[in-house]
């Protein structure tokens, strides 16, 4: 009872004191909050330490009751928080800085945990709405280029339909795709699952030529609100294995509070044009050395006999290569019997594609009231890339809702749908750089190829040996065939798909009890695909030979689903003041199913050009998969920190994953992280400059199950229809499974630092990090004499290290006008640490008959590049044949590069001033090499400007004559003729050499031969210098300029924070070494393809407006 | 607040036992439900014979025999092209891997024979009884393949290979001596042979009905397996003529112990029946039009039509070939008579001037349906037998073995005709008759010129169907003396002697560098390649 007088009494005088000082001193103070361009709505506005506070209306203003002493707390999400403490002010006009990363202080981590950031053992990355829509990009990932350390991005060519590649950290996979686990408000969504293992677009020549999309394509950027790239094993060990390669969190837009409901719109439209693209050179036509086009039946020029040709010659359009005739303008005739200028088309290759377009709006309604929030969301994207004929529609609505129930319990419900039409994805170059096939001459106008590669009555192009369907219109001469059926691909057939998309979730809250909550979520991602090909008749059915038709159609559909679930129940509190702790436990489950189901006629079309199933010349062909996982497990989480300046963090995992064998399906793996705010621990010691310092450290082990169904060792069963009836017939799958398959297991650690200075002015973050991969789930390819193409099998160890540092300072600011400035760049290094005794080496990709490897042997650097290299003697002198050729050692490997960059990174600057701001973005990557065999090709027909070199004598070529043994003699370089009055050459070349008896070379070869025999397709060629070029790059990536209404001006139409602005993307290379190729043009999910060209499209360049507003 | 508490826990405690019931289901998913898991020797076996590189499939026919074998042996036309003798390595990399699995195009002989030696050796003795006759056969099907395989590449991985099947893990297998590949192949189809002749051995209903090639015919098998063993013996003759000599002696001596596919040494004999032949699905849908028209492969090759057939009068022309011809306003006229380009056609006047040249026969080749695939046919072992004799024996026993092998090979392209719906008549007697004493094919002269007579003709029958077959025997005995047109591309000016390994194999199999690399060039020449 005494106690109880003694607290009430304490209370008592307490409560008087604050009354009284209220009563005395209490003040309200207006004002308005603004940004660098105009007036903030929506910010909380605080008296800190108590729960007393309000909001900013739609012009920014706000008022508060106040008193000296208090601090008032601005803060808003996306923008850096500010305090100030209240003296004897009644007016506080405040300027809000936006942040980019670190100074927002809240992260949200996983399973939707939200963090001080302050507290964090581990390194993360934020991305702000605004860095990922200015420039108008039609996906987030693409977005990303530049903007987060250690976050490589790599987008398909294509535009907005084709995939994006986010590789985080290097590579943790040495076969699978690696890519980063997406989860969307808390949901994990699909991205490639429905390509199974092997991914997509990674099969080359045979495989589809189709630039396919990933599912990351369908979130909308304009409906992200804030996005964090967790990157460690600690930071992701909560999600487990399905983050084993990063995840990245995206928390869309909420309702926020203003005056009411507010609408938004956005509009961004753009043009692309295919650029960067190769030098060619544009003085010789078609044709080869001098002794090949007489074997062809050409002169040695190249030129044929042709009456019907105006001076009594022709070219020839058959030959791959361009050593052929000059081309002077000279009257031929043309493959299509008309009669052209043999004249250059510099612009030929680009002409195949078109200036593209983008458009995209989105309008949003929003609001929040004490009870309540939504926003309402719908975006029209129109894409029309350089590919001709090809295009995508995209549909998106989105629904982020929050219900208050009662005082402890409240439900989230978000739903999107996206629908999208894909009208013929575009198609890989793949066949026309990769295939000498598809070479054409620089002669050739695609003007007339776009008019002849379909007859008048909408038919094939009719080869010159095909006369009798379309005699009119049959090419008179042979062509390569790859050209032209490129087009009738591309344009008269088409391939439409149509993606119907929804991903929702639903979230209850629960403050169950003081200090305990709970929190349950389920969620879907559900997509249902259909595509439907349509190949038309190429000629006539009265053409058909006797057992088959041509054209096709063929009907996909596809039913991609994920279920998903969480639990989470938190307690949290503290122990005396200094220190509090919180643990948490959870469950989460997840089941994905894809089933695609596909039919086709065979052997072509019987009526033309009736698209039916029903219309099959031959038996239709069927098919059908299904594929099914289940992963769930449990999780724990402890928090421990000390007067908020000293963190600690455990978590463990228990997984399972019905993709391995039964006996190894379920596995355990924990981690732990630190994080000391040392500024605060020592703040009397701590230099004046210094405002911010931690130092981070974690160490976490995440597990890893294998691909689905990769480890089966079953069977395919089919029913032939033989000759004795149906027969069953039993046959094994080319990767052979493995019953003893294990998770691996990726154990990381990682050591930050990262500091404030001056006033905020300057900011840094160091993180470094070092893991390594256990028991590597490798698809290991085989010799095929092992009895099949791969095994998977846990093999060896693969391990990376590296930096990460990112800055971001303030270097001026003055008067009106305000520098940002955002730097981060990562050093990454892979390794093979170990492998299994049988297994000597992994060989991830193999060209040239071999004569080109990327492959890795224990203690080497993942993404060595090795080749065949020209012969050398004793003394290091290449070594030159008796016909004047290098000869190429295939006995031996020499290390030709490493496909992977040293460094990689980005620079973004913001400028303000008054209402304008201008952003600009480079990235770079530096070190490392690319294979690109089509290159090889290239140089080996005489295509690029490099291959002038040697061709005259302005271009270094040796005079010499033919003497009547055939050996080219050399001539003084101004010879008009041999000793007996033989003709003349100038385009001799002696490579530099020895010959076998250590004699310096001195034979002299054509410019034509040395080319086309050293380039040539194969092993034995010069694949060291003509297949493997250094790739480094910086990238003037993108140019956002922006100019600001005042909202004085638009007030009257109703309209806030009316924005316009200008950008441009991929604008230009300050610097790159790859001088035929855009560093960006791979394609396929798997890393190593990354570094390896076969041809995809060319890299685009685009500039465009946008408009944003409010009403 | 304690009810709570409870509540709470009982709703964890839930969760947890949905959970534990997960377990199960995570093992149900575990496998593929699109696959089987039962192994099965019968349906394996089916497997193996069921290969398109057997049969005149689309893929094997226009990225292997036309653009390898066929080139070098001149058995199909081809554009007259720089790199036109470089073996493509992507393509013959494809025709190796068919043999060790089933990788797309062929059934994978040697893994599916491993699955089976290996499900057979988990079988009890009473259940390997009944099975053995499909391990026997299955044994045939891998050696007949196999020497294909060292024909063409000579040391090959082939005792050790199939490590995936037999233990389920990776080891590359060592490239076995292709001498020893021989004499392991010739060994164990006497044995497969006897087996099949055995009194005690039945044909079981299971047999009779997976066996797609030979309809459970315990004979045929017994006579495929002796016909590729003498084939083995006479392709080695040269190099090792001693053991050849005795063991083909041994057979030809003793018809009743060592049956053949001979077609009962009867001219006008019926290959459905007698031949080894495996035949199209009832399903198949693709002729092999498009492997001869993609090239220029379906031109008539010279040295076959203008210098073995023409002069001779050869009544297989017209099966054969096609006169072929041009389309003049809209109307087809027809060439006047059969002619092949010459081989010395650069590649302008091979574009300009084909349509007055014949190509291959649309009935028998280009449109039929039915086109089986050649494993092995009477007249090919009645020509080995006919040499064997010559060299070894009679020389008029030889005549007979000659004469009845070049009519039976008339009588087999009349049979591939009629298959594709061909109305051509046969030749009658006197045609034929005077076809065999025409001096071009007579059997006449010394034992050289026979001898060189029955190789033109085997190379004449083989065609381009047996190109693989036709090069491996002109490499053995230099005939017909063909002449191949140098090319420019440096290092490929002439045609090879064997094919270099793909680079498939050569990059992973740890047992390639060294000796077998050193060997592996395209001029250097399989053990029996020594004329």
């Known amino acids: 009872m005494q106690k109880l007088y003694e607290v009430c009494k304490r209370s008592l005088v307490l409560l008087l004191i604050i009354l009284s000082h209220s009563a005395f001193a209490q003040t309200t103070v207006t004002g308005t909050v603004t940004d660098e361009v105009g007036p903030l709505p929506g910010v909380s506005v605080t008296i800190k330490g108590t729960s007393t506070g309000t909001q900013t209306d739609v012009a920014g203003k706000f008022s508060l009751k106040v008193k000296n002493g208090d601090v008032v707390k601005f803060s808003l999400m996306g923008y850096a928080t500010k305090e100030i403490s209240i003296t004897s002010q009644s007016v506080l006009n405040v300027q809000l800085a936006q942040s980019s990363n670190e100074l927002t202080g809240v992260v949200v981590t996983s399973f939707g945990i939200k963090r001080q950031e302050r507290s964090l053992g581990y390194s993360t990355s934020t991305i702000t709405a605004k860095e990922l829509t200015e420039a108008g990009n039609t996906n987030f990932a693409s977005a990303m280029y530049g903007k987060a350390a250690g976050v490589q991005i790599s987008t398909a060519p294509g535009g907005a339909s084709s995939g994006v590649n986010v590789q985080i950290r290097g590579i943790n996979s040495v076969n699978f795709n690696g890519q980063p686990l997406y989860v969307v408000d808390g949901v994990i969504i699909r991205n490639e699952g429905q390509y199974g293992a092997n991914g997509r677009n990674n099969g080359g020549f045979y495989d589809d030529q189709r630039i396919r999309g990933n599912g990351i394509l369908d979130i909308n950027p304009q409906d992200i609100e804030s996005m964090s790239i967790l990157k460690g094993a600690s930071a992701t060990a909560l999600y487990g294995s399905d983050a084993g390669f990063g995840a990245i969190i995206i928390t869309t837009k909420k309702g926020a509070k203003g005056k009411g409901p507010t609408v938004d719109l956005n509009y961004y439209g753009s043009v692309e044009q295919a650029a960067f693209l190769p030098q060619f050179q544009n003085v010789y036509g078609q044709g080869y050395d001098r002794a090949t086009n007489l074997a062809v039946g050409a002169n040695e020029d190249g030129w044929i006999a042709d009456s019907q040709s105006p001076g009594g010659f022709r070219p020839n359009f058959r030959p791959y290569a361009e050593f052929g005739p000059k081309m002077e303008g000279q009257k031929v005739r043309w493959w299509d019997g008309s009669i052209r200028s043999y004249s250059p088309q510099p612009n030929n290759y680009k002409d195949i594609f078109r200036t593209g377009y983008s458009s995209s709006a989105n309008v949003s309604i929003s609001n929040q009231t004490d009870n309540y929030n939504y926003r309402l969301s719908a975006s029209r994207l129109d894409y029309n890339g350089i590919q001709r004929e090809s295009g995508q529609q995209k549909n998106t609505f989105s629904l982020n809702s929050g219900v208050k129930l009662s005082k402890s319990v ?434 991830f990709s193999q060209s040239e008959q071999n004569a080109i490897v990327v492959s890795a042997k224990p203690g080497e650097d993942l993404g060595n590049i090795y080749v065949n290299p020209i012969a050398t003697d004793a003394k290091g002198n290449k070594l030159v044949d008796g016909t004047g050729l290098y000869i190429i050692d295939n006995s031996k490997y020499v290390k030709a590069g490493n496909i992977l960059p040293k460094v990689s990174g980005g620079i973004a600057n913001t400028f303000n001033y008054k209402s304008f701001s201008l952003d600009v973005l480079v990235d770079y990557r530096l070190g490392g090499q690319m294979v690109s065999t089509p290159q090889k090709y290239a140089l080996g027909a005489g295509m690029y400007q490099s291959t002038l070199k040697y061709r005259d004598a302005a271009h270094g070529g040796v005079t010499y004559y033919v003497n009547t043994a055939g050996t080219y003699v050399q001539l003084p370089a101004n010879a008009t003729a041999g000793p007996t009055g033989e003709k003349v050459y100038h385009d001799g070349v002696i490579l530099p050499g020895a010959t076998a008896n250590g004699q310096p070379n001195s034979t002299i070869i054509q410019a034509a031969t040395y080319y086309f025999n050293t380039f040539q397709w194969g092993s034995d060629a010069d694949n060291q210098d003509g297949a493997i070029y250094n790739n480094s790059y910086v990238k003037l990536r993108e140019v956002t300029l922006g100019y600001k209404l005042p909202n004085k001006l638009t007030e009257r139409l109703h309209l806030y924070n009316l924005r316009f602005s200008v950008f441009g993307r991929n604008l230009l290379y300050f610097y790159r070494t790859l001088k035929n190729l855009d560093p960006e043009t791979t394609i396929g999910s798997q890393w190593y393809n990354q570094g390896v060209d076969n041809g995809s499209m060319p890299a685009t360049r685009s500039f465009g407006l946008s408009l944003n507003a409010s009403f | 607040m304690m009810k709570k508490i409870f509540i709470n826990i009982s709703l964890l405690l839930t969760l947890v036992i949905t959970f534990s019931s997960c377990k199960k289901k995570l093992a149900d998913e575990f496998n593929n439900p699109e696959l089987s898991t039962k192994p099965s020797i019968p349906n394996f076996f089916t497997a193996m014979l069921n290969n398109d590189r057997v049969r005149p499939a689309y893929w094997n026919l226009r990225t292997y025999l036309l653009l390898q074998p066929a080139v070098y042996s001149q058995t199909a036309a081809f554009d007259n092209a720089s790199g036109v003798y470089q073996q493509n390595d992507g393509y013959t990399g494809n025709y190796w891997t068919d043999f060790y699995y089933a990788s797309g195009n062929g059934s994978g002989v040697m893994a599916l024979y491993r699955s089976i030696e290996k499900t057979y050796n988990g079988l009890s003795a009473a259940d390997q009884a009944t099975q053995k006759v499909f391990l026997e056969a299955a044994k045939v099907v891998l050696y007949d393949q196999t020497s294909k395989m060292v024909d063409a590449w000579g040391d090959i991985p082939f005792s050790q290979a199939g490590n995936l099947e037999t233990n389920s893990a990776i080891k590359d297998a060592a490239f076995d001596d292709a001498k020893s590949i021989y004499t392991t192949c010739i060994s164990g189809l006497d044995e497969a042979a006897t087996f099949f002749g055995a009194s005690t051995t039945a044909s079981t209903a299971s047999f009779k009905k997976q066996d797609i090639l030979l309809q459970g015919s315990l004979d045929m098998w017994r006579r495929y397996a002796n016909s590729i063993r003498l084939r083995m013996l006479m392709r080695m003759s040269f190099f090792d003529e001693t053991t050849a000599k005795t063991a083909v002696n041994a057979m030809l001596s003793n018809s009743s112990a060592y049956p053949l596919i001979d077609g009962g040494s009867v001219a006008n004999y019926s290959p459905a029946s007698s031949d080894v032949l495996l035949q199209p699905l009832t399903t198949n849908q693709n002729t092999p039009l498009n492997a001869f028209t993609e090239g220029s492969s379906f031109y008539a090759p010279d040295y076959m039509l203008n210098t073995a057939m023409l002069p001779a009068n050869d009544p297989r022309i017209p099966v054969v070939f096609d006169k072929f011809g041009k389309t003049v306003n809209n109307v087809f006229v027809p060439n006047a008579t059969y002619k092949a380009m010459p081989i010395t056609f650069t590649s302008d006047q091979q574009s300009n001037n084909y349509t007055s040249y014949s190509i291959v026969d649309s009935a028998t080749f280009l449109n039929n349906l039915k086109l089986p695939g050649i494993v092995i046919t009477a007249p090919e072992v009645n020509f080995l037998k006919a040499e064997a004799l010559e060299r070894w024996g009679s020389s008029s026993a030889a005549e007979t073995a000659y004469n009845t092998a070049v009519s039976q090979s008339v009588a087999f392209y009349y049979y591939l005709n009629n298959l594709g719906g061909g109305k051509v008549t046969a030749p009658d007697a006197p045609t034929l008759a005077a076809f065999l004493n025409n001096a071009n094919v007579a059997y006449a002269g010394t034992t050289d010129e026979k001898l060189a007579k029955i190789w033109v003709q085997k190379w004449v029958h083989f065609g381009v169907l047996q190109s693989d077959e036709a090069w491996s025997e002109y490499r053995r005995t230099k005939f017909p003396q063909l002449t191949f047109v140098t090319q420019t591309q440096n290092g490929y000016q002439l045609p090879p002697t064997r094919l270099v390994y793909p680079s498939i194999e050569t990059a992973y199999n740890s047992h390639y560098s060294g000796a077998v690399q050193a060997k592996d060039t395209r001029t250097t020449k399989i053990f029996w390649d020594v004329k």
Not at chain 1, 671 to 692: E, I
Not at chain 1, 695 to 710: C, D, E, F, Q
């Open chain 1, 410 to 843: 409240s439900v989230d419900l978000i739903a999107n749908y996206v629908n999208t039409l894909t009208h013929n994805r575009p198609y890989q170059t793949n066949q026309l750089a990769a295939s000498y096939d598809g070479f054409f001459g620089r002669e050739e106008d695609m003007n007339l190829v776009l008019q002849k590669f379909q007859t008048s009555q909408g038919y094939a192009w009719v080869p010159y040996n095909q006369t009798q369907r379309n005699p009119s219109e049959a090419f008179v001469y042979n062509v390569r065939p790859n050209l032209y059926n490129y087009f009738w691909n591309t344009l008269k057939n088409t391939a439409d798909e149509n993606d119907n998309r929804l991903y929702t979730s639903a979230t209850l809250n629960w403050d169950v009890m003081k200090h305990l909550k709970f929190r349950g979520r389920i969620g879907n991602d559900f997509t249902s695909h259909s595509e439907e090909d349509k190949q038309y008749n190429q000629y006539a059915v009265a053409f058909n030979p006797d057992n088959s038709s041509t054209g096709g159609y063929q009907l996909s559909n596809g039913i991609y689903s994920i279920v998903y679930g969480d639990g989470l129940l938190a307690y949290s509190n503290n122990i005396g003041k200094d220190f509090t702790y919180s643990a948490s436990g959870g469950f989460t489950y997840r089941t994905e199913h894809y089933r695609d189901q596909s039919s086709g006629t065979s052997n072509g079309l019987v009526a033309e050009n009736f698209f039916s199933l029903s219309n099959s010349y031959g038996i239709l062909s069927t098919s059908a998969t299904r594929q099914a996982l289940i992963k769930y497990g449990y999780f724990g989480l402890l928090n421990f920190a000390y007067k908020n300046y000293l963190f600690l963090e455990g978590t463990m995992r228990q997984e399972s994953s019905s993709t391995l064998p039964p006996q190894n399906n379920t596995y355990f793996y924990p981690s732990v992280n630190a994080g000391f705010v040392f500024t605060d621990a020592f703040k009397s010691s701590m230099p004046s400059f210094l405002s911010y310092g931690k130092l981070r450290a974690s160490y976490g082990v995440v597990g890893n199950p294998a691909p689905i169904y990769k480890s089966n060792v079953l069977y395919a069963q089919t029913s032939l229809q033989s000759i004795n009836g149906s027969v069953t017939s039993l046959s094994l799958p080319g990767s052979y499974g493995n019953l003893n398959l294990m998770p691996e297991k990726k154990y990381e650690k990682e050591f930050g630092l990262e500091a404030r200075l001056f006033n905020d002015r300057l900011g840094f973050d160091v993180t470094y990090y070092s893991n390594r991969v256990k028991n590597q789930i490798i698809q290991l390819q085989v010799a095929p004499s092992n009895g099949g193409g791969s095994q998977i099998v846990n093999a060896g160890e693969i391990g990376s290290q590296g930096w990460e540092v990112a800055l971001n300072a303030t270097p001026v600011i003055s008067g009106d006008f305000k520098w940002q400035t955002r730097l981060n760049f990562a050093v990454n290094h892979s390794k093979l640490y170990s492998l299994p005794a049988n297994v000597p080496q992994l060989i």
